[in-house]
């Protein structure tokens, strides 16, 4: 496993499991579980996903059978929408752990800017609490556009580690990258098979073909190699496996060139210009 540097000093695993849109039942327990005695020690959630008892659940299991400590893995969490405000963040988060049935997160974001600027700052001063109080390792924001990180960034003190957002070779977010590069804040990618839409891609198919790998596995190293976070999300055991196994090939230029110019600027998720969580 590889990992990423934070300008804290922090690091954290540049591939793990998303849990975005799995239920909160048994089947997300044990693909959390599973996933951990695979070898992810990177697991992301959120309060909005209504599945952390489970994700919880799995964390537990998988720590027990492999015999792994709680600070070996990296734990992920997202502040929702309606818990913004600087004086809501902690119970919020306290909310998250408890039903993680964990003692602290390792990242905790705020899941997208909202629109209102001004709870937008306050809220961030909150998540700035939690880390001067030193309840959380390191905390980002999810989804956030270059103009809300640049009214964020021109009043606060801390900024974010990551920003998680929507990124695939349809949507290239070129500008954003950029930006966050320039400010060394690192960027993660959610949904990055775009709900599996993305593997049926011609182009996709093409270079799976010429590496000899999976279009899942082509698309998560094309985002490692964009230096991306990436965190595919599966509760296929052996999708799990195929998803992490990705270190032992790379792009060429061309390929990763054929893939960049499939961009179209398309989302399949909201617009974080607008956004309100409804």
């Not at 880390?131 to 974010?160: R, T």
């Not at 960027?187 to 073909?209: C, F, Y």
């Not at 060139?257 to 499939?262: A, H, I, R, T």
């Amino acid at each position: 496993m590889e990992n990423i540097s934070f300008y804290n000093g922090n690091e954290m695993p540049i591939v793990g499991l998303g849990t975005f849109r799995v239920e909160n039942n048994d089947e997300c327990k044990a693909s959390v579980k599973h996933a951990i005695e695979s070898g992810y020690t990177h697991i992301d959630t959120a309060m909005i996903y209504e599945n952390e008892h489970k994700v919880g659940e799995g964390i537990a299991e998988g720590l027990a059978s492999t015999g792994l400590k709680r600070s070996d893995l990296f734990i992920t969490s997202k502040l929702w929408l309606d818990d913004y405000g600087r004086k809501n963040v902690e119970t919020a988060y306290e909310t998250s752990l408890k039903k993680l049935n964990l003692d602290y997160l390792d990242l905790y974001l705020m899941h997208w800017p909202g629109t209102d600027e001004a709870l937008m700052i306050d809220t961030w001063q909150g998540m700035e609490d939690l880390y001067k109080d030193n309840k959380v390792k390191n905390i980002g924001v999810s989804n956030f556009n270059v103009e809300h990180l640049e009214a964020l960034l021109a009043q606060v003190s801390i900024k974010p580690v990551i920003n998680q957002v929507e990124f695939h070779p349809y949507l290239l977010q070129e500008s954003l990258r950029r930006y966050l590069e320039v400010q060394n804040i690192h960027m993660e990618s959610w949904s990055p098979l775009m709900n599996a839409q993305i593997l049926e891609d011609a182009t996709v198919k093409s270079v799976a073909e010429e590496v000899g790998k999976s279009p899942a596995q082509v698309i998560i190293r094309w985002n490692i190699e964009h230096g991306v976070v990436v965190i595919p999300k599966s509760v296929t055991p052996s999708r799990i496996e195929e998803n992490l196994n990705v270190f032992d090939f790379n792009l060429t230029p061309t390929q990763i060139e054929k893939l960049d110019s499939l961009n179209e600027d398309k989302r399949i998720g909201p617009d974080p210009i607008g956004y309100n969580g409804h």
